[in-house]
């Protein structure tokens, strides 16, 4: 029953790494999308996301581009 529950758990972890993992490519995907728009845009895109998706992606924009896009949503 322990070993059972051991397994269980460490199959937890790794679909949640794995699940993390798919996010963070999902969430540097949009960012680079957004890197060619106008700061306007990449505002606008962000406000359409949930919290914590947004400030991810607000998180792997570069610097420049970061700062013109919360100006703007400010």
Request: aromatic share 2%; net charge positive; no cysteine.
């Amino acid at each position: 029953d322990k070993l059972a529950r051991s397994d269980s758990s460490s199959h937890n972890r790794r679909a949640r790494w794995l699940r993390d993992q798919r996010a963070a490519r999902r969430e540097r995907r949009v960012a680079g999308l957004l890197e060619r728009e106008h700061p306007q845009i990449a505002a606008l895109a962000l406000s359409q996301l949930d919290g914590a998706r947004g400030s991810e992606v607000l998180l792997a924009l570069s610097p420049e581009l970061r700062k013109e896009v919360v100006q703007r949503l400010g």
